[in-house]
């Protein structure tokens, strides 16, 4: 296969799972009962923290292995450091906090705008 089918295919894998994820809130917004509304977001979060161990702290401690470093170290510091981070924008969208949308409109934009940043350095 050629280096254009390779990306194609990259970009309608990740767009299918999110058009299906989505497809959840579009077509059932005002039925979805509390506890399906649960177990969805329970799914999306055991699927996030799998995709964080196999993608990032697995990853993390097998470069550290491999440069002579205590290999649980760098992951257990960037962890750290991420949960710090997470609590002092968790802090600040209380400052921005939008009497109309309330705090949860701003944790959106903030988290969105969180997500993008290991995803540029990854």
């Given at each position: 296969?050629?280096?254009?089918?390779?990306?194609?295919?990259?970009?309608?894998?990740?767009?299918?799972?999110?058009?299906?994820?989505?497809?959840?809130?579009?077509?059932?917004?005002?039925?979805?009962?509390?506890?399906?509304?649960?177990?969805?977001?329970?799914?999306?979060?055991?699927?996030?923290?799998?995709?964080?161990?196999?993608?990032?702290?697995?990853?993390?401690?097998?470069?550290?292995?491999?440069?002579?470093?205590?290999?649980?170290?760098?992951?257990?510091?960037?962890?750290?450091?991420g949960v710090i981070f997470l609590i002092i924008i968790n802090k600040i969208a209380g400052k921005f906090?939008?009497?109309?949308?309330?705090?949860?409109?701003n944790m959106l934009l903030f988290s969105v705008t969180l997500h993008n940043i290991p995803e540029g350095?990854?």
């Open positions: 296969m050629n280096n254009v089918l390779y990306s194609l295919i990259g970009i309608l894998i990740p767009f299918a799972g999110t058009s299906l994820g989505s497809s959840f809130v579009l077509f059932l917004k005002k039925n979805m009962s509390e506890k399906i509304q649960k177990i969805t977001v329970g799914f999306a979060a055991g699927v996030m923290i799998a995709a964080s161990v196999w993608s990032l702290i697995l990853p993390s401690v097998e470069m550290a292995e491999n440069q002579g470093v205590i290999s649980w170290v760098p992951a257990t510091v960037g962890l750290v450091l906090e939008n009497k109309k949308n309330g705090k949860k409109m350095c990854g």
